[in-house]
């Protein structure tokens, strides 16, 4: 047993994991941690076995790590592997033949269990609590939700653990962010997510493990714990997770790749132990009221640009964060926000409901229930994009593609797609976009594409509105369209 397993001392529920996966200490502040699974996609994975590859090494535990195609896929129907980035095709065939090469299990574009990655791990029942899981993607933390020390690594960092299993680490700084109450109707995850964001500002959990806990949390089902624990990587965390509790256990019982039987039992005793001690010290601490949260959309380019949908856009003197007076005007501009007030004073061009944070069947059902028997704004090119080929089938059988198609939104297949126009497509230049994503980054969805995030209810209501409103707008939308 490692020395610092000493049941006396409180810990962390993440110190509790570390401290399980320390394998020994390398130096004062370094240690060998033991990693149980690693995540690959083609935008990063391919490098990674490749360079162990030239390295002649080999992967060391292929049962332990899993592949799929996300990034750079295609997301139009009967697609193939000409992708809409020129050098596209050349990723997704690095990544076969890697995998193949390595034993490595891979969810191919024709698999059923193929999506993006923070999406179909879970639903595949890879991720689990307590484990140590990493993946060269930033959005890792994702999968904190359910209870798993899971972060973003990068394509370096992926070789070491596919030659060892183990990882090189310093330890993070531990934060708890306790939400209490609960989340009024129409108030979703992603809202907290935001709403957080815009308190504690893009750099506002550096370095920490962020673990979200409180009556609102617990509360939270899986797949709203994964949207808020997705956005971590917005607060610069090293990561995000949650103590596992029956909802986790129940989400991932009988999946695929989950344990069975009486591994099953044996595992979900020692899971439900899973859980900060009461007298655990945390490096920083915050709390937050959900009853107090509306629902949120960002104005400007980073996700801590977020307000509640009726305040009205911040002037830089109102500006708590520490923005530069360069990087607000820049904001404003590259917004076309100059002269507006408000954020229901923009039209829209697009509408994207998609991404590792808000693509999940659950989402998809939000959103389909604002949308039923609507048609979107004659202007706005919508697109829905599902997390997973799961989560489409799923969708599919459910009719809610027909909602989506119905309402005048495209119907994709599953991937990553203009969350960040990796496979190469886009919105066009100065196209404001309505998105579930996560970044708002300039250019993130196109050259010179102006993206509000928001949760994927406000994006369907936003697309039938042909511009950015409440659901509660929308109500006045009909009365004064009919
Ligand atoms: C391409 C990939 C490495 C990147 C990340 O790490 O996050 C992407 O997923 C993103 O969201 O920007
Ligand atoms: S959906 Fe977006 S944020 Fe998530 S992994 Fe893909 S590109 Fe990154």
Not at 15 to 34: F, G, M, N, P
Not at 108 to 124: A, F, K, L, N, T
Not at 371 to 396: D, Y
Request: hydrophobic content about 35%; overall charge negative; glycine content about 8%.
């Amino acid at each position: 047993m490692n020395p610092q397993n000493n049941p006396s001392i409180p810990r962390t529920l993440a110190q509790k994991i570390w401290d399980e996966h320390v394998v020994t200490s390398l130096d004062s502040d370094v240690e060998l941690l033991a990693i149980d699974r690693l995540l690959l996609h083609e935008r990063t994975g391919g490098v990674a076995l490749k360079g162990l590859r030239e390295k002649e090494r080999d992967v060391l535990a292929p049962s332990t790590v899993f592949a799929t195609m996300d990034h750079i896929v295609d997301t139009f129907p009967n697609r193939t592997d000409d992708t809409m980035m020129p050098t596209g095709k050349e990723f997704l065939q690095a990544l076969r033949e890697e995998t193949e090469i390595g034993g490595i299990t891979l969810f191919d574009m024709d698999d059923s269990r193929q999506g993006i990655v923070h999406v179909i791990s879970p639903e595949q029942g890879i991720v689990l609590p307590g484990c140590t899981l990493v993946c060269p993607d930033s959005h890792t933390c994702t999968q904190g939700a359910f209870g798993a020390l899971a972060w973003g690594i990068g394509s370096t960092e992926a070789e070491h653990v596919l030659a060892t299993a183990t990882l090189r680490m310093k330890r993070p700084k531990d934060m708890r962010i306790n939400i209490t109450g609960t989340l009024s109707e129409g108030v979703t995850a992603k809202d907290l997510a935001l709403y957080i964001v815009s308190k504690l500002g893009s750099a506002g959990a550096k370095g920490h493990i962020i673990e979200f806990a409180g009556e609102a949390v617990s509360g939270l089902n899986m797949e709203a714990r994964m949207t808020l624990c997705n956005m971590a990587t917005e607060l610069s965390a090293f990561t995000a997770i949650v103590s596992p509790d029956d909802k986790s256990l129940t989400y991932l019982k009988d999946r695929p790749f989950s344990p069975k039987g009486e591994d099953w039992d044996r595992a979900s005793e020692y899971w439900l132990s899973l859980k900060s001690d009461a007298e655990a010290e945390f490096d920083t601490s915050f709390q937050f009221d959900a009853s107090q949260i509306g629902p949120m959309v960002t104005w400007g380019n980073s996700p801590q640009h977020a307000i509640s949908i009726s305040e009205e856009i911040p002037e830089f003197e109102s500006l708590k964060l520490g923005d530069g007076r360069e990087t607000y005007d820049r904001a404003i501009q590259y917004m076309g926000l100059t002269g507006i007030k408000k954020l229901k004073e923009l039209s829209i061009d697009g509408a994207f409901i998609g991404s590792c944070t808000n693509s999940r069947i659950s989402d998809l059902r939000r959103a389909a229930a604002v949308l039923k028997g609507q048609t979107i704004a004659a202007n706005v090119r919508a697109i829905c994009v599902p997390g997973s080929t799961q989560v489409k089938r799923e969708a599919e059988a459910e009719g809610l593609d027909e909602i989506f198609r119905e309402s005048g939104f495209e119907w994709r297949e599953s991937g990553c797609s203009m969350c960040f126009f990796a496979g190469g497509e886009s919105f066009g230049p100065r196209e404001r976009v309505i998105s579930s994503t996560n970044r708002n980054f300039e250019s993130r969805q196109g050259l010179n594409t102006r993206t509000h995030i928001a949760s994927p209810e406000i994006v369907a209501a936003s697309a039938i509105a042909g511009r950015i409103v409440s659901l509660e707008d929308l109500e006045e939308f009909y009365e004064t369209s009919n």
